[in-house]
């Protein structure tokens, strides 16, 4: 015996639910900063042509790294085989060293990529001159700090000097010596404060004016376009 159907009752829609459609927000993706654009353009020949720069980089690189850096900045962006294979490397790990010290303070940055599923990375590495920019702001600024500091204390503290040896000391060191040179033995002579307060604050306009410089040297693309 078939069992009965059950009426449905009146008054009830069947809803069907539609499947979600996928967001279409975008998925953010991890960008190295070195894939963004710079806001900023440099006048790398006349970075590059100040004493302080070129000094900062090599005392910190050496010369092979400076050579490097000037590279990325003359060729733009560089793989990294190519690279060591222009400046004379035998072996790209070899070059790897002077690349990782300078991305270190961020003067060096680099894009990681690859073709094909199998493929190794390959690295393109360019250079930031607007961080070297930055780092001898820094350098200078803390200079200027540090002559701060002892101008104060120069208003209170005498000094003595070696007319002949061009030795300056504090009044504990000369007395210690019976101010005397400790190099020469030749009696000390008293120093104007006045005058030592005025050459250290001649050092920080000079500083003051390469921090100027410096600035003078950076742009924003859009001010750079305009011209």
Request: glycine residues 4%.
């Amino acid at each position: 015996m078939q069992k009965s159907k059950k009426p449905m009752k009146k008054g009830k829609k069947i809803v069907i639910k539609k499947k979600s459609k996928p967001s279409k927000k975008p998925v953010k993706k991890n960008i190295n900063k070195a894939q963004k654009k710079s806001k900023v353009v440099v006048d790398t020949k006349k970075l590059l042509s100040l004493e302080d720069a070129v000094k900062y980089i090599s005392d910190f690189v050496g010369e092979k790294g400076l050579e490097i850096f000037e590279y990325l900045v003359k060729h733009g962006a560089t793989e990294e085989n190519k690279l060591a294979s222009k400046l004379g490397f035998d072996r790209t790990n070899n070059i790897r060293k002077f690349l990782y010290l300078m991305y270190s303070r961020a003067l060096v940055s680099y894009v990681r990529s690859k073709r094909g599923r199998k493929a190794w990375y390959t690295y393109t590495w360019h250079a930031n001159p607007d961080q070297l920019i930055f780092l001898l702001k820094q350098m200078y600024q803390n200079d200027i700090d540090q002559i701060k500091k002892s101008i104060e204390l120069d208003k209170v503290e005498d000094y003595y000097i070696c007319n002949y040896c061009n030795r300056l000391y504090d009044v504990a060191t000369a007395l210690q010596n019976d101010f005397k040179c400790v190099n020469c033995g030749r009696v000390l002579e008293h120093v104007d404060t006045k005058e030592v307060l005025q050459s250290r604050q001649q050092r920080i306009d000079e500083l003051k004016k390469r921090i100027a410089y410096l600035d003078s040297l950076i742009k924003t693309r859009s001010s750079a376009k305009a011209k």
